[in-house]
């Protein structure tokens, strides 16, 4: 199962813009595929990134989680993608604060 970063205080999930396999930029979550790299690479990813490993949680997704969640996305950096106690997903506009399910 997929692994994200989950901030511990908010419950947003980590996205950013990424790089797909055909080599097309794009706006979604990060997600490593396994543990181990997970593990190896979380604090340097975000350390790269100017934000404090001590404040996010590596945790795991179905796939059609880290699908939905980039749905949710939009491919648009001004929305935020966040987790609840339930395992649901809600992005939000940070520029409008408007919420969607």
């Not at 396999?21 to 790299?37: H, M």
Request: proline share 4%.
């Amino acid at each position: 199962m997929p692994l994200v970063l989950k901030h511990r205080t908010t419950a947003q999930l980590y996205s950013c813009k990424l790089i797909n396999r055909y080599d097309l930029e794009y706006y979604g979550l990060q997600y490593w595929e396994s543990p181990e790299l997970a593990e190896q690479e979380r604090d340097s990813f975000l350390q790269g990134r100017g934000e404090q490993p001590a404040q996010w949680e590596l945790v795991e997704l179905e796939e059609r989680q880290v699908k939905l969640g980039n749905v949710k996305l939009n491919n648009n950096p001004s929305r935020r993608l966040f987790l609840d106690g339930e395992g649901r997903l809600a992005a939000r506009d940070v520029s409008s604060g408007e919420e969607r399910e």
